[in-house]
Nanobody, 117 residues
Framework: QVQLVESGGGLVQAGGSLRLSCAASGIIFTRNTMGWYRQAPGKQRELVASITSGGSTNYADSVKDRFAISRDNAKKTVYLQMNSLKSEDTAVYFC???????????WGQGTQVTVSS
């Protein structure tokens, strides 16, 4: 059974920082591209950042230079360090695991991030 369990969300003031974690089980973690997505009320889910099995990263333009994604293969965990948070970063953040060739796609349950201005 595949499980992606996010943690680390919460309420923070604008300009503050949070670190999200996503612990994976039931997948061959090292083979998966891991990603963080977010969905704000009334908006579509969007990619925030992703990291491949080889460590290559990709970021949405809106979070470049503020957010950093990383992975610890030994702990089967992916992280999202979020700095200089803005009110527009308020959303539910979801962890995603994408298998090689995109054949399987898994989601966590989401964690709420609220940035107060």
């Amino acid at each position: 059974q595949v499980q992606l369990v996010e943690s680390g969300g919460g309420l923070v003031q604008a300009g503050g920082s949070l670190r999200l974690s996503c612990a994976a089980s039931g997948i061959i973690f090292t083979r998966n591209t891991m990603g963080w997505y977010r969905q704000a009320p009334g908006k579509q889910r969007e990619l925030v950042a992703s990291i491949t099995s080889g460590g290559s990263t990709n970021y949405a333009d809106s979070v470049k230079d503020r957010f950093a994604i990383s992975r610890d293969n030994a702990k089967k965990t992916v992280y999202l360090q979020m700095n200089s948070l803005k009110s527009e970063d308020t959303a539910v953040y979801f962890c995603n695991a994408l298998s090689p060739f995109g054949t399987k796609n898994y989601w966590g349950q989401g964690t709420q991030v609220t940035v107060s201005s």
